[in-house]
């Protein structure tokens, strides 16, 4: 069996980096470390993906504002259903 390394090693596949965010700064940790994501017909940096997320957090911009990509979509949601269900 092949030993698995520990801890700091994180998944190479953005969905699986952007489902292992319990929290909105693990989550912006997460994009800045990706770089970006790639869309259909644009790539989004990992600025333009944070401002995103942010202003859909604070309820500016609805959610459906960020791009539907490698489940970031809906870890907004859930993170913000998250916020909701702690007030």
Known sequence: MPHEQSGRESPENPAEQIAQADDWISLKAILESLGGLQGETKFYTANELRDLVTLARVGE??????????????????????????K
């Open 61 to 86: 911009k609805q959610v459906r504002s960020i791009p539907d990509i490698a489940g970031l979509r809906a870890k907004v949601e859930q993170l913000i259903a998250k916020d909701k269900e702690s």
